[in-house]
Nanobody, 122 residues
């Protein structure tokens, strides 16, 4: 059982930065690979990034590579997404996710947060 709660979303100007946080419950947090998906209005939810249980490995979608950085602090049961040089097309609801596998597919993630809204103005 894992419960995920995102925070840190908000309204920023294009080119600015935001740091999203995800607080996870449970003693087994370190046993899961963790990541982020996002969803824009009228579009399908899409994969953003994934980080391994020990933080040693990470994977990003090409669109955010070089701008976003995922990290985790297992001692604090926290997952983070540092977003730099934000663009209007990054204005989505961002979801924290957890999986026992290694996948970019929605169906492979057992646990989802409620989402946090990121808005980027030009």
């Amino acid at each position: 059982q894992v419960q995920l709660v995102e925070s840190g979303g908000g309204l920023v100007q294009a080119g600015a930065s935001l740091r999203l946080s995800c607080a996870a419950s449970g003693r087994s947090f370190s046993g899961y690979n963790m990541g982020w998906f996002r969803q824009a209005p009228g579009k399908e939810r899409e994969f953003v990034t994934l980080i391994s249980w020990n933080g040693a490995n990470s994977f990003y979608t090409d669109f955010v590579k070089g701008r976003f950085t995922v990290s985790r602090d297992n001692a604090k049961n926290m997952l983070y997404l540092q977003m730099n040089n934000l663009k209007p097309e990054d204005a989505d609801v961002y979801y924290c996710v957890a999986t026992t596998g290694w996948s970019t597919e929605i169906r492979d993630y057992a646990y989802w947060g409620q989402g946090t809204q990121v808005t980027v103005s030009s």
